[in-house]
């Protein structure tokens, strides 16, 4: 059962995270690439999501052993979702857009920002309502009916 989960949540998150990265970035897709010239955006996008998918994967089940609240352990994984998120789509920016180009670092980060803020606020709320409706996040809490249940 704990490797369903832990396949689950690997599942959600990499599609969450292709998702946010193919439509924040869907305005490059005919642009080159400036690490491969053959390269598309779908393999960019279908790849870059793999390690972060692993890693927060990993963070969320270690959080999981030591934070017991639902609320903090879904908070701290989103924003850290957003972040690698906004790495992922950053990466794409800057080896289709800004290689080509003279961007400053600001210029760079107000791209990414305007590209994708709309598909990362729709993909955080999303992980943050599965994370919370499923019952991957097991607290130790006793519920008020088992408290004053007597046991024989």
Same mark, same amino acid.
């Given at each position: 059962?704990?490797?369903?989960?832990?396949? @689950? #949540?690997?599942?959600?998150?990499?599609?969450?995270?292709?998702?946010? +990265?193919?439509?924040?970035? =869907? $305005?490059?897709? $005919?642009?080159?690439?400036?690490?491969?010239?053959?390269?598309? @955006?779908?393999?960019?996008? #279908? /790849? &870059?999501?793999? *390690?972060?998918?692993?890693? !927060?994967? #990993?963070? #969320?089940?270690?959080?999981?052993?030591? &934070?017991?609240?639902?609320? *903090?352990?879904?908070?701290?994984?989103? !924003?850290? *979702?957003?972040? *690698?998120?906004? @790495?992922?789509?950053?990466?794409?920016? =800057?080896?289709?857009?800004?290689?080509?180009?003279?961007?400053?670092?600001? %210029?760079?980060?107000? %791209?990414?920002?305007? $590209?994708?803020?709309?598909?990362?606020?729709?993909? +955080?709320?999303? /992980?943050?309502?599965?994370?919370?409706?499923?019952?991957?996040?097991?607290?130790?809490?006793?519920?008020?009916?088992?408290?004053?249940?007597?046991?024989?």
């Amino acid at each position: 059962m704990k490797v369903l989960k832990i396949i @689950l #949540f690997f599942v959600i998150v990499y599609v969450l995270s292709v998702f946010t +990265a193919y439509f924040s970035m =869907i $305005d490059y897709e $005919d642009t080159v690439s400036s690490s491969c010239l053959e390269c598309s @955006l779908v393999r960019d996008v #279908f /790849l &870059l999501p793999v *390690f972060s998918s692993i890693v !927060l994967t #990993f963070l #969320f089940f270690a959080f999981k052993k030591v &934070l017991k609240k639902r609320m *903090f352990i879904s908070i701290v994984i989103v !924003l850290l *979702f957003i972040t *690698f998120s906004f @790495l992922n789509n950053y990466y794409i920016f =800057i080896d289709r857009v800004s290689a080509w180009s003279s961007f400053s670092l600001k %210029g760079e980060i107000l %791209g990414v920002v305007s $590209d994708s803020y709309l598909h990362l606020i729709i993909s +955080a709320a999303i /992980l943050f309502m599965v994370l919370m409706r499923l019952n991957i996040i097991n607290t130790n809490t006793v519920s008020v009916r088992e408290s004053t249940q007597f046991h024989e």
